[in-house]
């Protein structure tokens, strides 16, 4: 991508399912928005995960709502391939978040994958130590069991979740 003056502006797209964000997407969030001129946070329409918590609407919201102090991020959908999305968004790079080494080998194949689909580079961005365990299905499973999940979302999606649950029937 280039501005009106002609000059490179690398365009980063951060691909996810946010299903919720959590406070691991966040960090990767502002480190990609402190180092990329535009940032778009992609929420994939996933057809494998067919019941999700939120739908998309929601995290799309949500991620807004936790994003709105960076001038430089976007928020944006995509339903397919990713690659043609990257193509479609004329989007420089993919960023992804790196937890444990682990994450690294499925990465590694799906950014080999993207890259001879589209030509365009992944590049990975290590969250937050603190961060290491810290996964939207996981969270899923803690909330829905009753233990506090405050230290792990942010407080916009901790709201969302909460009145999610009072909306659940019990059962
Ligand atoms: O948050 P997630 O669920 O780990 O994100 C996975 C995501 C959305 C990055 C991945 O599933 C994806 O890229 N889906 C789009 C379909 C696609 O392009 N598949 C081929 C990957 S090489």
Redesign the pocket.
């Known amino acids: 991508m280039r501005d009106s003056a002609g000059v490179p502006q690398s365009h980063a797209i951060y691909?996810?399912?946010?299903?919720p964000p959590t406070n691991g997407h966040l960090d990767v969030i502002a480190r990609a928005a402190a180092i990329f001129p535009i940032v778009t946070v992609?929420v994939?329409v996933?057809p494998?995960?067919r019941s999700p918590f939120f739908n998309l609407e929601e995290r799309e919201e949500m991620l807004r709502r936790c994003t709105s102090q960076y001038a430089n991020v976007r928020v944006d959908r995509?339903r397919?391939?990713?690659?043609?999305?990257v193509k479609r968004t004329d989007a420089d790079v993919i960023v992804?978040g790196l937890r444990v080494v682990s994450d690294f080998e499925n990465e590694m194949?799906?950014a080999h994958?993207?890259r001879s689909?589209s030509n365009v580079d992944t590049m990975f961005l290590m969250s937050d130590s603190s961060y290491s365990f810290v996964s939207?299905s996981l969270i899923k499973e803690v909330f829905l069991q009753g233990g506090d999940i405050a230290k792990y979302v942010p407080d916009v999606v901790l709201e969302y979740m909460n009145q999610k649950s009072h909306a659940r029937p019990a059962s």
Do not use: E
């Open positions: 691909p996810g399912s946010f299903d992609a994939v996933n494998q995960k995509f397919g391939l990713l690659a043609d999305f992804k194949a799906f994958m993207n689909l939207s």
